[in-house]
């Protein structure tokens, strides 16, 4: 009896110096403090726009994220929107359509290059990276690849899976914008609809899934979540349109949900997509609902 007492104390005290140690050598990934990035995306075109939006959601946001077409072509603009949203003590990341040399040339735009290193400097970890190109996996399935095709006597059936697989990934190793980004260590995002694994293949290192459209949300939250655990990549979600027409967006608490499983499901990217061609408001297609659920959050 006095033996068993023994030995129980013993274990008690071996389990006690187990859990003492665990507390003071937590696991890499229960030691590692993950920030999840919550912000919007601005898709408009002027400096008070932007400053407008920034100052509405700064409080209680992290990102800014500047997905604007129209300002990719002002150095100026892009520069004083992002400089105004570092102050505010935003992330930020920045859209360019194109960064190939080439392109930049025949466009005046060899600046974005300079631009993009300058960015890097002057807001140090607070610039992200960037979001290059828009929606690749999901225009390579769309295309109409059997009219291109056609002019070469090629038929869809004569292609294999691998073949086209390893067509879509090449088109990125040999894109020297890509290479660019690669070569200065900048995280390279994008969002899509499709073929999330081959986009990090390809070489991107966050995936945001766009989820908002009639498509299953947890197969979307599975097919990107997985392709970036197993490649050792970042995820997100960026939260689209629901219908076609106003009022664009789902309602605030489907969308606020939406936001909540990502989160539950260790998404490191939560964006609203905040624009249509004929908005209204100065904020976008958001509602004041939209922007309480997102405080809410």
């Known amino acids: 009896m006095k033996f068993k007492c023994v030995l129980a104390a013993i274990c008690i005290i071996e389990i006690l110096i187990v859990v003492s140690l665990i507390s003071l050598h937590p696991k890499n990934e229960e030691s590692k403090q993950v920030e999840v990035y919550v912000g919007i995306a601005f898709c408009g075109s002027t400096v008070d726009e932007a400053k407008l939006l920034i100052n509405r959601v700064k409080n209680y946001t992290n990102l800014f994220v500047l997905l604007s077409g129209p300002v990719g072509f002002n150095e100026t603009v892009m520069t004083e929107i992002c400089e105004y949203a570092f102050d505010a003590g935003l992330h930020i990341i920045v859209f360019f359509g194109d960064l190939d040399s080439r392109v930049l040339a025949a466009k005046n735009l060899e600046w974005r290059l300079s631009w993009v290193e300058m960015a890097k400097k002057r807001w140090g970890d607070k610039f992200l990276g960037v979001y290059y190109y828009d929606e690749p996996g999901g225009i390579f399935i769309d295309y109409k690849w059997e009219t291109m095709l056609s002019q070469f006597n090629i038929t869809i059936d004569k292609l294999s899976y691998d073949l086209v697989a390893e067509a879509y990934i090449q088109l990125f190793y040999r894109d020297d914008g890509f290479n660019f980004l690669k070569s200065n260590s900048l995280n390279i995002f994008v969002s899509d609809y499709a073929l999330y694994w081959f986009d990090y293949l390809a070489g991107y290192d966050v ?6 459209w009639n498509h299953t949300f947890a197969q979307d939250i599975a097919l990107v979540r997985g ?5 050792n990549k970042s995820w997100g ?3 689209t349109w629901k219908y076609r027409r106003p009022p664009y967006l789902d309602s605030a608490e489907n969308i606020y949900n939406q936001m909540l499983d990502a989160y539950k499901c260790g998404a490191d990217y939560i964006i609203i997509f905040n624009y249509a061609e004929d908005m209204k408001s100065p904020y976008g297609i958001m509602t004041d609902e939209h922007f309480e659920a997102l405080e809410r959050f």
């Not at 995936?207 to 908002?212: N, W």
């Open 227 to 231: 392709a970036a655990t197993v490649q």
């Open 237 to 239: 979600i960026i939260i």
């Open 207 to 212: 995936v945001l899934a766009q989820v908002g």
